[in-house]
């Protein structure tokens, strides 16, 4: 057995790729939810209802979607460029916790610096903090990259864990809230700063309007300026970007810059969407989710926010399964983790044929 | 010559990869005593062919017989078993290891207790003195040039007890001296009853050492001829399927332009070695307009770094380089706004972007143009209209201008790259053009349109550097030619005071040399 790299990839292979990789997904999981006893067909029945099948299970669904959009985003804006940033979970939490900073009360009501502000002002500069502090988390595992060659993977993966420890110590320390009974918990946010709900009796709030704005911004921003066309030609292949004029370095630190404000973001919008306040366990690994995202859309950003909804619906409607048919919603971690690798294998299917020998050894 | 029962036997091979029908039932015996030249272009499935018959790839039909006796497709070793050994045209040596190592890596069993190196140094000993290979069988192979490699790699197939040879472009990186004594070489292989498969497509060497000739086109083979009843322009015909007319220059002696201020100047100019790229020291040369100056050398003896060095993409050291009398720091951007086009050597990792369209391509020297570029944003209809007028202009073909780069064929996409950089000035001639093997592996069609264009560029007044290891190349084109050797450069002289000979020696880094005797001084040779 051998591969062979084809020589045309058709469009329709690429599309198809995610359908594919999905429906392996399925299949594969089918598996463990009939090894965990209970009826396949029924599970994936109450995990599609679950996840998509009323008004309430859509609203959860786009609720959980928000941050997953704009951490996908993140991801993908990164990747593209050929930065592998799996560091958005960090970026999620630092964004969270500079909103807060900035947003949050004091003593019940804004902190007197801010109250005299309007609080549109307030908002932008709370939006600004979050985007501001995922970016220069991203900026210094780039300039690590770009300087010393130090592999991003590696930084912005153990940066997750340092970001989690020190907001975990702001949380039990200078910004935990005195009223919390003891709970590592931030104060909440002031209740202007507080996002307005889409939906009545539901948690979609207006973030989600953000995140798809944002989605169709970075696409144009991909498609139609210089910028992205940059961003795409060092992704591709830097030397030839680099020999063609293109300031490399200062492209890719750009574009770091967006990637951990997208992510950032995620955090600022799910605390003032969402929470109101910031907890240690507030993502539940939306960061690393992203990546699965981003890899689905196969790094479009219009797709992120389809891959983003599947995913969302995926992880809602495991709840309902579990409860039941009373397969453990882990399976939703699993199916998720399965999908990413059906679609690597996918994508590599696109671009590669399997060819058998007909002797049956390779040499 | 040709006996009557084949050593080696093709029969009816196909190979397909997806639309792409590389070898379409190809036949072609092989005989005892015998050079057989596979001529063809880039892409003709020369590569492919010779690939099956040594097992890397496995033919979709047809079958390859050694001495009457089918070989096991897609079996390297069955290959070698039966006595066909391969010298690729990238070696397959390990650096770090001796010659003799080298040699015997994969010939001895895992688990024996003492290698037989004394009875192995003397075979090879033997074999070296027979067929006039000359190697040190302790030296490192790091530190051997790249001739000597290539004796290393005939006495290692030889040490296998190959008898059909496959010898893949064998001469492209050697000097003409090694040229010579590689085909000596030949001539004592097929006098000891030995057979050899000459791959190139270098018209005067096939019609120089072959017995008889097969011309693959598009993976068929086309015609076989007896060398000495053919011709090159019959080859050349067959290989490419129509007339080809390679443009010519008579070189002028530089007088006219050394009146003129030079365009470029280097002075004593020196760019650190880095890893796996040679450095040069103490480089001076001035380029003025309307001439074309050439390098030549034997790769890796510091082109890439004057090429970067004159491109923009790397700093001297030392030294002083001015474009019209100014210094220019290395950043790219700044040596294309100034109009120096660029064409690099390798196309793929430096010339284009493969993932970009062809048409943003096109644009990408000009992001900084008011005209394709407002704001920040891509003016989509004028950078287009532009980028299909340029590919129409350079004869760019292969699916227009909204397909993705790597899909174009390497003439066109050299076309691309040659189109784009010579309009680095819009509708001005380029100050200065920098050329770094600028006909690497393309067709004789696509070879006589760069001749042309830089034949075109000196002549509207371009200054044209052009980097080469093709000394066919070099003499037809260039005014002047310097020769490049372990980082350091020959004054440069006029074409006509060079002979083949004299290039060889100071490609080999002959001191003083023929030339410096017998060549007439350019008065302004730095």
């Known amino acids: 057995m051998r591969l062979e790299a084809r020589t045309e990839v058709s469009r329709a292979a690429l599309v198809m790729a995610p359908v594919g990789a999905i429906v392996v997904t399925l299949l594969i999981c089918a598996l463990l939810v009939a090894v965990a006893g209970a009826p396949v067909g029924r599970a994936y029945l109450v995990l599609l209802e679950g996840g998509f099948g009323s008004r309430f299970a859509w609203s959860e669904t786009l609720t959980r979607a928000t941050p997953l959009i704009l951490t996908g985003l993140a991801v993908a804006v990164a990747f593209r460029t050929r930065l592998f940033n799996i560091g958005a979970e960090g970026q999620l939490y630092l964004g969270a916790l500079a909103a807060v900073a900035v947003g949050g009360q004091v003593d019940g009501a804004a902190a007197p610096w801010a109250a005299a502000l309007p609080s549109g002002v307030l908002f932008g500069l709370m939006v600004a903090a979050g985007m501001l502090a995922g970016a220069l988390l991203l900026l210094l595992p780039a300039v690590l990259k770009l300087r010393l060659g130090v592999d991003e993977v590696v930084t912005t993966l153990l940066l997750n864990f340092i970001v989690l420890l020190g907001v975990s110590m702001m949380l039990d320390g200078p910004m935990k809230d005195p009223l919390a009974m003891g709970w590592p918990q931030s104060v909440a946010l002031v209740p202007e700063l507080e996002l307005a709900r889409l939906m009545e009796r539901s948690r979609v709030h207006s973030g989600l309007l953000f995140a798809v704005a944002l989605a169709v911004l970075v696409w144009a921003v991909n498609r139609f300026t210089v910028f992205g066309l940059q961003m795409r030609a060092v992704g591709a292949n830097a030397r030839a970007a680099a020999f063609a004029g293109m300031p490399v370095t200062r492209v890719t630190l750009l574009a770091a810059a967006l990637s951990g404000a997208l992510a950032g973001l995620a955090g600022v919008v799910e605390v003032a969407g969402r929470t109101s306040y910031l907890t240690l366990d507030m993502s539940p690994g939306y960061g690393y989710t992203g990546v699965v995202i981003a890899m689905l859309a196969g790094l479009h950003p219009v797709g992120v926010v389809a891959s983003a909804v599947f995913v969302a619906g995926i992880l809602v409607g495991a709840d309902g399964m579990s409860r039941a048919v009373g397969v453990p919603n882990a399976i939703a971690d699993v199916i998720v983790a399965v999908a990413l690798l059906s679609m690597l294998v996918a994508t590599m299917l696109a671009r590669y044929r399997i060819r058998f020998d007909r002797m049956g050894k390779a040499a | ?526």
């Open chain 2, 1 to 526: 010559m040709p006996q009557a029962s084949p050593v080696l036997r093709l029969s009816h091979i196909s190979k397909r990869f997806g639309p792409l029908l590389a070898n379409d039932d190809i036949s072609l015996d092989l005989h005892r005593g015998e050079v057989l030249a596979l001529l063809g272009e880039n892409g003709a499935g020369k590569s492919t062919l010779v690939n099956i018959l040594f097992g890397h790839y496995i033919a979709d039909g047809g079958s390859v017989e050694v001495d009457g006796v089918a070989l096991p497709p897609g079996n390297p070793r069955a290959a070698l078993a039966a006595g066909v050994g391969m010298v690729h045209q990238h070696f397959t040596l390990a650096d770090n290891l001796s010659v003799l190592d080298n040699i015997l890596i994969g010939t001895e069993p895992l688990w024996r207790w003492r290698q037989q190196r004394g009875a192995a140094q003397a075979r090879i000993h033997d074999l070296a003195t027979r067929f006039g290979l000359a190697v040190q069988p302790r030296a490192r192979v790091g530190s051997l040039s790249v001739g000597e490699r290539q004796r290393v790699e005939i006495v290692k197939a030889l040490y296998r007890g190959a008898r059909v040879l496959i010898l893949d472009e064998p001469t492209a990186v050697l000097t003409p001296q090694e040229v010579e004594s590689l085909f000596a070489t030949l001539g004592q292989l097929i006098a000891e009853g030995l057979s050899v498969i000459f791959i190139s497509h270098k018209l005067d060497e096939v019609l120089r050492v072959s017995h008889r000739v097969a011309v693959l086109r598009g993976g068929k083979l086309v015609a076989e001829r007896d060398a000495r009843a053919t011709s090159k322009p019959e080859l050349a015909e067959l290989m490419v399927g129509r007339r080809v007319e390679m443009p010519t220059r008579v070189p002028t002696n530089g007088a006219q332009q050394a009146a003129a201020p030079a365009v470029a100047s280097l002075d004593n100019v020196t760019v650190p070695s880095t890893a796996g790229r040679m450095g040069v020291s103490g480089l001076s040369l001035d380029l003025h307009a309307g001439e074309i100056v050439g390098i030549a050398g034997v790769s890796g003896n510091g082109q890439v770094a004057l090429a970067e060095l004159m491109s923009g993409t790397v700093a001297a050291s030392a030294g002083r380089l001015t474009l019209r009398g100014q210094p220019l720091p290395a950043v790219a951007r700044r040596w294309i706004d100034a109009g120096v086009a660029r064409i690099p050597e390798d196309r793929h990792a430096e010339g284009a972007v493969g993932d970009l369209l062809v048409w943003e391509n096109i644009i990408a020297e000009q992001l900084g143009n008011p005209a394709f570029v407002r704001a920040g944003v891509i003016r989509r209809a004028s950078a287009r209209r532009f980028a299909s007028e340029l590919a129409g202009r350079f004869d760019v073909r292969g699916g227009g201008i909204d397909v993705p780069t790597r899909t174009l064929s390497g003439g066109n996409m050299q076309k691309l790259i040659l189109g784009r950089a010579l309009s680095v000035r819009g509708q001005h001639t380029p100050l200065l053009v920098v050329a770094s093997q600028p006909t690497w592996g393309l067709d004789i069609g696509a070879v006589a349109y760069v001749h042309r264009q830089l034949l075109d560029a000196a002549a509207a007044g371009a200054a044209v550097l052009l980097i080469s290891e093709d000394l066919d190349e070099l003499m037809a084109l260039s005014d002047r030619i310097a020769v490049m050797h372990a980082g350091r450069l020959t004054p440069a002289r006029a074409t006509a005071a060079w002979t083949l000979g004299s290039l060889g020696l100071a490609m080999a880094g002959a001191h003083g040399g023929e030339a410096t005797r017998t060549g007439v001084e350019v008065p302004h040779a730095a």
